[in-house]
């Protein structure tokens, strides 16, 4: 499918451009604010081609694409004429809980600078690799400049950080930005040479020297260079101070006036107070993760390579961050990350092993680029694609991730830069100071050995082949497994959830003695039909209660919603699509209120008829007694 077709599928069933607050992409997800969630159809969307799967988490309504997430997100944006300048936060807030809004406002400021964060790191990475080696000298020029390169971004990554978190905030930009130029100002670092004129809190933790006050205040000076919380915190001020201005200050003077009060306020108020408050709790974040790891390195590492994996499937790995952002600007390096990577390799093992041996054609074939994404970092589409609705693959890798991470914590393995992801990743974890050592060593054992778990536990014992079923995506020939008694033939899946019941037991006489075909009939439990095959819609009733279709194979179905329903004049019935629509099995074609028709006075029976039988040499019905959406319903020889 084109990225276009694909774009306007999704914004379809997403409910629309009128149902889009916002919309905003990562490196796999597009991520909506929608105003309804509700609207949104979920199930269908999950089936499409193209799409992963859909999540609902942090208050975002996450379609997961896999790689081609740019693409398909440029043309989103213009298909759906989404502004890409506003988000929802700017003019309502985040909303949910208190960890929602948390990983909301977390992945809208690191999100749109991930990319070229990486970028950076992998440079640095590579570069103290080649000085490892001996590629390349310290002192020469061919250093210099890239040491620049990879560098620059992280020393002045509050300014970054001020772009983003005061427009995740709903400010402007620009003044994020200036506010972040003002804490890395050269000329005050030299400020601090000489005695101070005092100290402040003598005696405690907090003891620090003034060398200058502000109209008497005094002034702690700190390093603001490769920081995260103070200009995340001074952005937030800073958001809330520009729409104060804005609504108080004249609109003729508002353009120029807003910027300089609230440059004037927060950028003293950050010096003062924001700066050195945030500063110190990022060394007591930074000396409470490092605590946590030398009171057990191992322990610390078991769990967070055993949770990571579920972190990631609801976006919550992002809570953990900014902690080890400020791990690095704190302290060098980093353990969080660090122990949490085996975890992905051990999926990346797992989605080999499911790819070489399936025997799903269409499973096998989404295994080959999600093992791919997963070998160069990028594991949603192995998560959601292929372990996670496996169940066992994915509960095997979240083991094998926890044994990978308490081995890197037990070597005491450290990230010492954000860079590369998947194979790209090892130059991180060298050390700059003593380069190759044990610690970087154990982490690439760990490495390895999750990978090698994840393939053999999930190969062996990872139950791949177990349970699987035939769907009409992929029709297979009826055998004693599937409980038919044909020995070949097209199957049909079921279009509702509910009790099969014999045709011979409708209430309605023309289809209980066959006169409209053979079939069977299915006392629903969820109020929704989805097509049976990939096909054409051909009739659908105006009053939405029944819907004709035509299979590739041209098998002629009716599925008929209740009995006598068309006196509801459509009440209670809702299409989603019509006469005419291509459709593919699994996709929902109706939804219907069965309280509400049942209290109305009429039976939701709803019976399932092969019209055009007769051309065909048979007809079969499964002996299960309850059925699913999709599951195998009739083979017709």
């Keep these: 499918m084109s990225y276009q077709k694909l774009a306007s599928k999704i914004m379809d069933l997403v409910g629309g451009q009128e149902n889009v607050k916002s919309l905003a992409h990562c490196m796999t997800r597009l991520r909506f604010k929608l105003k309804d969630e509700t609207k949104a159809q979920t199930e269908v969307l999950k089936n499409?081609?193209?799409?992963?799967?859909?999540?609902?988490?942090?208050?975002q309504y996450q379609v997961v694409i896999g790689n081609h997430v740019p693409e398909v997100y440029k043309e989103v944006v213009s298909i759906g004429g989404i502004s890409t300048e506003k988000s929802a936060e700017e003019e309502e807030g985040p909303k949910g809980n208190a960890l929602s809004r948390f990983i909301d406002i977390i992945t809208g400021i690191f999100t749109p600078i991930l990319s070229v964060l990486v970028a950076a790191g992998m440079i640095k990475g590579f570069l103290v690799l080649f000085t490892s080696i001996g590629w390349v000298s310290t002192e020469s020029g061919t250093y210099h400049i890239l040491n620049a390169t990879g560098d620059a971004l992280f020393y002045f990554l509050p300014i970054f950080l001020g772009y983003t978190a005061i427009k995740k905030f709903g400010g402007t930009p620009f003044i994020g930005m200036a506010i972040a130029a003002a804490l890395l100002y050269p000329t005050l670092g030299n400020l601090t040479q000489g005695d101070p004129l005092y100290s402040l809190f003598a005696g405690t933790m907090f003891e620090s020297p003034v060398y200058v006050t502000f109209a008497g205040i005094p002034v702690i000076l700190m390093t603001y260079s490769s920081s995260v919380i103070p200009i995340i915190i001074s952005a937030f001020f800073a958001a809330k101070v520009e729409k104060f201005l804005a609504k108080v200050i004249p609109s003729v003077a508002r353009a120029f006036l807003v910027p300089t009060f609230t440059l004037l306020l927060i950028v003293p108020a950050t010096f003062i107070v924001i700066g050195p408050i945030s500063t110190w709790l990022s060394l007591l974040v930074g000396q409470g993760t490092i605590w946590l790891f030398e009171l057990s390195p191992t322990i610390a590492g078991f769990f967070i390579g055993g949770f990571w994996l579920v972190l990631i499937i609801f976006g919550l790995h992002w809570g953990l961050v900014p902690v080890a952002l400020n791990n690095l600007t704190t302290f060098g390096f980093d353990p969080v990350i660090a122990t949490a990577q085996a975890s992905t390799f051990a999926i990346t093992g797992a989605v080999l092993a499911v790819w070489l041996k399936t025997k799903d054609k269409k499973l096998k074939t989404l295994s080959a680029p999600a093992f791919i994404s997963a070998v160069f970092g990028i594991v949603e589409p192995g998560i959601y694609?292929?372990?996670?609705?496996?169940?066992?693959p994915f509960i095997l890798s979240c083991i094998v991730g926890a044994?990978?991470?308490?081995?890197?914590?037990?070597?005491g393995s450290k990230l010492f830069a954000i860079g590369g992801l998947g194979v790209f990743m090892f130059p991180s974890y060298i050390d700059p100071s003593e380069g190759m050592n044990s610690a970087f060593w154990g982490f690439v054992f760990a490495v390895i050995l999750s990978t090698v778990l994840g393939f053999v536990l999930t190969y062996f014992f990872g139950g791949v082949n177990k349970g699987e079923t035939p769907t009409i995506e992929e029709p297979k020939k009826a055998n004693k497994e599937n409980k038919i008694n044909l020995t070949e033939g097209i199957t049909v899946a079921s279009p509702l959830k509910g009790e099969i019941v014999p045709l011979k037991d409708v209430s309605d006489q023309v289809f209980a003695s066959e006169a409209m075909g053979k079939g069977v009939a299915i006392v629903p439990t969820e109020g929704k039909v989805v097509s049976p095959v990939n096909g054409v819609v051909t009739t659908l009733i105006q009053s939405k209660h029944a819907i004709g279709i035509t299979s590739d194979e041209g098998i002629e179905i009716l599925i008929h919603v209740g009995i006598d329903t068309v006196q509801l004049n459509g009440q209670h019935f809702t299409a989603h699509v019509k006469q005419g629509d291509q459709i593919k099995a699994g996709e929902l074609l109706l939804e219907f209120n069965i309280e509400k028709i049942q209290a109305a006075g009429y039976e939701v029976i709803t019976p399932i008829i092969?019209?055009?039988?007769?051309?065909?040499?048979?007809?079969?019905?499964?002996?299960?007694?309850?059925?699913?959406q999709k599951e195998l319903l009739l083979t017709i020889g």
């Design 48 to 59: 499409i081609d193209g799409v992963v799967t859909v999540m609902q988490s942090g208050g």
């Design 610 to 628: 092969v019209t055009n039988y007769a051309k065909f040499s048979g007809l079969e019905v499964t002996i299960e007694k309850t059925i699913n």
């Design 385 to 392: 694609g292929i372990t996670l609705p496996k169940k066992k």
């Design 403 to 411: 044994i990978g991470g308490g081995i890197t914590g037990f070597f």
